[in-house]
Nanobody, 123 residues
Framework: QVQLVESGGGLVQAGGSLRLSCAAS????????MGWFRQAPGKERDFVAA????????DYADSVKGRFTISRDNAKKMVYLQMNSLKPEDTAVYYC????????????????WGQGTQVTVSS
């Protein structure tokens, strides 16, 4: 089993930055690929970014590429999402997720989820 706890959400003005953190516990973190997803009110949960377990390769949704950076610290069992140049359309609940195997864009491929953290970007 894997437990995930997100933190770092909040209210920020457009153009600002936030760093989300996800703390993992349970099975060996270094063997898990990690992803960030987000869900805005009335919309489906969408892929944001992912990082693989082995070589740390990353993938980003087009909407965040160049603004967001995903990273991980295996020693601390942490994954981060640095969000810069935030826009009102980035407002959503952000979820951390984990899976065995390679990184993946599909939420259905992730077995473990955190409870989410709210990010609100004001214009």
């Amino acid at each position: 089993q894997v437990q995930l706890v997100e933190s770092g959400g909040g209210l920020v003005q457009a153009g600002g930055s936030l760093r989300l953190s996800c703390a993992a516990s349970g099975r060996t973190f270094s063997t898990l690929s990690m992803g960030w997803f987000r869900q805005a009110p009335g919309k489906e949960r969408d892929f944001v970014a992912a990082i693989s377990w082995n070589v740390g390769s990353t993938d980003y949704a087009d909407s965040v590429k160049g603004r967001f950076t995903i990273s991980r610290d295996n020693a601390k069992k942490m994954v981060y999402l640095q969000m810069n140049s935030l826009k009102p359309e980035d407002t959503a609940v952000y979820y951390c997720a984990a899976r065995s195997g390679g990184r993946n864009r599909s939420q259905h491929e992730y077995a473990y989820w955190g409870q989410g953290t709210q990010v609100t970007v004001s214009s």
